[in-house]
């Protein structure tokens, strides 16, 4: 019995500290090529703030799936250590209810429940408080 108890305190504890593993950033695909040049009377018009505003979510959210995948995704992917995992409402709506600010502060400082751990940053100390802010909109969102 105690066997079994140090192995699964091992698996855990490896797998915590995989949750800061981070790869290197990919290099940045060349721009193709344009096949015909654009005429040159062709115009953009202006940006409008909506149209800016609209541009910047899909950014946001582009950021908070990048940082679930290479950092949150260790335990929130298979629920190591307690984490909820992603899209599971009844894991997440407890959570949920204790508010966004309540969230990022355990998100970006670290928290420790009867339900498990989640370390600060999710292990990954490079990421700016946005970035874990992000992560967190990410999963709240296939939460609800």
Same mark, same amino acid.
């Given at each position: 019995? *105690? ?10 504890? @490896? &797998? ?9 950033? #990919? !290099?940045? /695909? #060349? %721009?193709?090529? #344009?096949?015909?040049? /654009?005429?040159?009377?062709?115009? *953009?018009?202006?940006? *409008?703030? %909506?149209? *800016?505003?609209? @541009? /910047? #979510? ?14 949150? $995704? ?7 250590? +307690? &984490? ?8 997440? +709506? ?25 370390? &600060?940053?999710?292990?990954? !100390? ?8 992000? @992560? $967190?909109?990410?999963? $709240?969102? @296939?939460?609800?």
């Amino acid at each position: 019995m *105690t066997l079994a108890r140090t192995l699964i305190a091992t698996v855990a504890l @490896a &797998a915590l500290a995989a949750c800061g593993r981070q790869e290197p950033p #990919a !290099a940045p /695909a #060349a %721009a193709p090529e #344009a096949s015909t040049p /654009a005429p040159a009377a062709a115009t *953009t018009a202006p940006a *409008t703030p %909506a149209a *800016t505003e609209v @541009a /910047a #979510a899909p950014a946001a959210n582009d950021t908070g799936k990048a940082t679930y995948g290479k950092v949150c $995704v260790m335990c929130h992917g298979a629920g190591i250590g +307690g &984490a909820p995992k992603i899209g599971d409402k009844a894991a997440w +709506g407890p959570r949920i209810a204790q508010g966004q600010d309540t969230l990022y502060k355990h998100a970006i400082e670290g928290f420790t429940g009867s339900q498990g751990m989640m370390p &600060a940053k999710g292990g990954g !100390a490079s990421l700016s408080d946005d970035d874990v802010k992000a @992560a $967190v909109d990410h999963m $709240v969102a @296939a939460g609800k």
